[in-house]
């Protein structure tokens, strides 16, 4: 992908979450953004990653009922476990 081209993508993804999406897709085919680290940023609820790997976007905290300690505890240890956290 020519330097113009992500040049302006750059330009546009400070404004517009698909056009983000699109520099980070454009980043991991380059090989400057780990496939790993943009799932990473997926996980934790960043939204041009989610949309550059086809996620579902975040429901809002607001909506869901909170949840208890051992349910957090349980998830976080999920997650890390997901990426070869221990």
Sequence with gaps: ???????????????DPSSA????????RLGE???????LAAHVAHEPARLA???????????LPSPTDEELAGAVEYQLHSFGCR
């Design 1 to 15: 992908m020519p330097d113009l081209m992500i040049r302006d993508l750059e330009r546009q993804a400070e404004v």
């Design 21 to 28: 999406a699109r520099l980070l897709t454009a980043r991991v």
């Design 33 to 39: 953004l780990d496939e790993q680290d943009l799932a």
């Design 53 to 63: 790997l086809g996620w579902s976007p975040v429901v809002s905290a607001w909506t």
